[in-house]
């Protein structure tokens, strides 16, 4: 039955019945698709091949029972704008993930629990920090900069996906069931954003992952102080702007920047969370920012990082002849040329190239 599949492609999409009917020229009903849909029909092989082509899946996806589900996707603060675009944001993800889990299973490779340690009892925003210190001491990630996040948490068992969001959604928290019962946290981030704002999406996440703030504690808060003590510990950025300063240059910060991987403006209110600057030397920053018009949009924007891992497995699966080119193609969201031509190419510069690098 193709139901689930068929419901997914449609949000994903971002298409009502009506749409998905138009869009296939008349050849079947809006009241058929439901039908299909809720596995009360089923179609022909044309109208499956039309469906197929509209939604840009192939015949053999929507055949195939759907074996992941959403258990819950945390948007928070971020608010989209309708039922039906948060629908087609809920589907892109569990699509993301499917494929994920998919190529996985290909390769016989058991998806180990994640190696997030016991969530970490938070009483205050200042207890965010020590959970982040924690943290990167479990992980054995010293004091520097942490040169590729998403890689990192990917070794670590978490799921990463960069799906294109809403401009004011960043990224979201989900929890995967599988049918073996597996829950596997994913995180997702807006495929749209700087490089900067990916990294403090992937560990502001990773906070609501790791914390277990107590009543009265601001959440939101807390996982923002996470993020930046896990990006920039405290020994690293003193190191380079020592303990107490009446003021930082702009060239200082887009110098840190750079070597950090997360925006000026965090960088900022960090030295500002350790006492290195007070918040009127903080507030003078962001004037000057606020009049250039950065605090939307930094000059120097860190490259992204788009999870490599994904494509690096279905490659794999290409080379070893567990998937056909097309399946390759249906996976990666690519023609079969260019996943053929890639095969024998380098990436194009690394997305995912350390900071300051």
């Known amino acids: 039955m193709i139901g689930s599949r068929l419901k997914l492609a449609r949000a994903a999409a971002g298409l009502s019945l009506r749409d998905l009917e138009d869009r296939v020229g008349g050849l079947v009903t809006a009241q058929a698709i439901g039908k299909y849909e809720r596995d009360e029909m089923m179609p022909s092989s044309g109208v499956l091949i039309a469906l197929a082509r509209t939604l840009g899946v192939t015949e053999e996806y929507l055949l195939n029972p759907a074996d992941v589900q959403l258990l819950a996707v945390e948007f ?3 608010r989209l704008t309708s039922a039906k675009e948060d629908a087609a944001v809920r589907a892109r993800i569990l699509s993301e993930v ?3 889990l998919e190529i996985e299973r290909i390769l016989r490779l058991d998806a180990d629990a994640p190696e997030v340690p016991k969530r970490c009892a938070v009483g205050s925003v200042d207890d965010a920090e020590k959970c982040a210190e924690k943290l990167r001491e479990a992980w054995q990630l010293g004091d520097d900069a942490i040169p590729n996040l998403c890689e990192l948490l990917e070794e670590k068992g978490i799921k990463i996906c960069a799906v294109t969001l809403p401009e004011n959604v960043s990224g979201v928290q989900a929890e995967i069931d599988t049918t073996n019962k ?5 995180i997702v981030v807006n495929r749209e954003h ?3 704002r990916q990294r403090f999406t992937l560990a502001h996440e990773l ?3 790791c914390l277990e703030p107590k009543a009265g504690v601001d959440v939101e808060l807390a996982c923002h102080r996470f993020a930046g003590a896990f990006l920039i510990p405290p ?3 003193l190191r380079e702007v020592g303990r107490a300063r009446r003021t930082i240059t702009v060239r200082e910060l887009f110098y840190l920047k750079s070597l950090f991987g997360v925006s000026a403006q965090a960088i900022a209110y960090r030295c500002k969370d350790l006492g290195i600057l007070k918040q009127c030397a903080l507030a003078g920053i962001f004037r000057l920012f606020n009049a250039r018009g950065w605090r939307t949009v930094e000059p120097l924007p860190v ?5 490599a891992r994904f494509e690096r497995l279905c490659l794999r699966a290409l080379a070893e002849e567990l998937i056909s080119e097309s399946k390759a193609s249906e996976l990666l969201h690519k023609t079969v040329r260019e996943v ?3 095969m024998d190419e380098p990436p194009e510069e690394n997305d995912a190239r350390s900071p300051g690098v």
């Open 207 to 209: 906070g609501h992952l």
């Open 303 to 307: 490259k992204s990082e788009h999870p």
């Open 235 to 237: 020994i690293a950025l």
């Open 98 to 100: 499917e494929r994920y």
């Open 182 to 186: 597996a829950k596997l946290p994913a």
């Open 340 to 342: 053929v031509d890639s």
């Open 194 to 196: 700087a490089g900067e």
């Open 76 to 78: 928070r603060r971020q």
